[in-house]
């Protein structure tokens, strides 16, 4: 649908809006949804949860903010992260890593020298691996890894003995959170296409809140147009002769909505675990592509149990 769509052609007159439906009240579906309303479309977004954010959370139950999810904005050069953040007056600081620790299998602490230059060759090959990638992909063959591509550069090293490439070749799982897939499975030839956005990492100080509280505005402007607690088991299309295809969305406690579209920023994890069925379903190519696409799970772990102890 387009803004024609919103326009009746005989009398120029407004029509009723098209409904869109947007599933999940994430970055992505708050986004989603605010686009739609200012083109004109009529939205409810539906969230699972109590609160909006997905994986943005902040608390306050030790008396200042905290973030539990996303902490981070990754690149400070044409991301637009960085304008809503300072829209919202946040604050930051630059990430330079420089406290990076290295341990040994065995557990022991590798020195600062060594731990800094293992890290540093990680990040070189992965900055070479996609500028390679991006050059010859039309040469590279599709069954070779980025792993196999690591191991050349390790096997390249001149006056490296075992341990130091063992060393570096243990440290590559950590590339894995940036891939989100382990490397031995990463297509090589198609690397180029998770290079980062460039810049700094900054640190949110000021946390991720006051920037959702933004995301979340228009959204929450709108009478009616957000409903927490609303967990989506099932998503139906069928065709009609008026209306063409309507689609029907039903929650976990029966509830039903019908919209002219739904757009639907589900959780990859839940995808995967076809937590909302869909009928008819979805094409297989999509579902191959879910099956197939890799996420991370970062953990953060307090320096001090008593945290658990209030959440």
């Known amino acids: 649908m387009t803004n024609a769509d919103i326009i009746s052609e005989n009398d120029g007159e407004p029509t009723k809006k098209p409904k869109v439906l947007v599933i ?18 009529e939205v409810k977004v539906l969230e699972a949860r109590d609160r909006v954010g997905g994986r943005i959370a902040t608390t306050t139950k030790l008396g200042l903010p905290l973030d539990l999810g996303a902490n981070w904005i990754h690149g400070n050069v044409g991301n637009p992260i960085i ?15 420089d406290d990076t620790v290295v341990f040994a299998p065995d557990g022991s ?7 800094d230059d293992v890290v540093t060759k990680m990040w070189d090959y992965f900055d070479e691996g996609i500028t390679y990638s991006a050059q010859n992909m039309a040469t590279i063959q599709p069954n070779i890894s980025f792993m196999e591509y690591y191991k ?27 891939v989100a897939t382990e490397i031995n499975k990463q297509d090589f030839r198609n690397l180029h296409m998770e290079e980062p956005i460039p810049g700094e990492n900054l640190f949110l100080s000021s946390t991720y809140g006051p920037v959702m509280d933004l995301m979340a505005q228009t959204v929450l402007k709108e009478d009616g147009c957000l409903e ?11 065709q009609t002769v008026d209306r063409g295809p309507v689609h029907s969305v039903y929650t976990k ?25 869909f009928n008819p379903p979805i ?14 799970s970062l953990e953060k772990v307090p320096p001090n149990l008593y945290l658990y102890t209030i959440g």
């Open 253 to 277: 406690e029966g509830e039903v909505y019908t919209a002219d579209a739904v757009l639907c920023s589900i959780p990859l994890g839940s995808l995967k675990q076809d937590r909302v069925k």
């Open 228 to 238: 927490l607690n609303k967990p989506v088991e099932r998503i139906e299309t069928v």
């Open 83 to 97: 304008a809503i953040a300072e829209k919202a007056n946040s604050s930051y600081s630059v990430d330079e890593l």
């Open 152 to 178: 050349s550069k390790i096997a390249s090293e001149e006056g490296w003995d075992e341990e130091r490439q063992a060393y570096q070749l243990q440290v590559a799982d950590l590339l894995g959170s940036i």
């Open 24 to 41: 999940g009240a994430g970055t992505c579906g708050l986004r989603a949804a605010e686009v739609l309303i200012q083109a004109g479309y």
């Open 109 to 115: 602490l590798l020195s600062k020298r060594l731990g």
């Open 283 to 296: 094409p297989e190519k999509i579902r191959q592509s879910i099956k197939h696409l890799g996420y991370g």
